[in-house]
């Protein structure tokens, strides 16, 4: 449980979030949740997930891999959030 409020308060005290933070203990994954001021998008931060490590690791490998990659993903996502697309 710690983890999960240690970083809320640590995203508060940064600023970095728009509103309410908001850790969610009861969900099957514990998570935080916010939306991000400077991009205005939602961000979901989940914890005790070997597997979200291994798959984090991989994205940041492609991204790497294919030069403009991180920009074109961050216009997509702003793009679908404008137009109330999920994803």
Request: with cysteine; glycine share 2%.
């Amino acid at each position: 449980e710690w983890p999960l409020l240690r970083v809320t308060e640590s995203i508060q005290r940064a600023r970095i979030a728009i509103g309410k933070v908001k850790p969610i203990q009861n969900a099957r994954v514990p998570i935080v949740t916010y939306t991000d001021a400077q991009t205005q998008l939602n961000v979901d931060i989940s914890f005790d997930q070997q597997r979200d490590v291994d798959l984090c690791k991989k994205v940041v490998e492609m991204l790497d891999r294919y030069e403009g990659s991180r920009a074109a993903i961050l216009q997509i996502k702003q793009w679908a959030t404008k137009h109330h697309v999920p994803f």
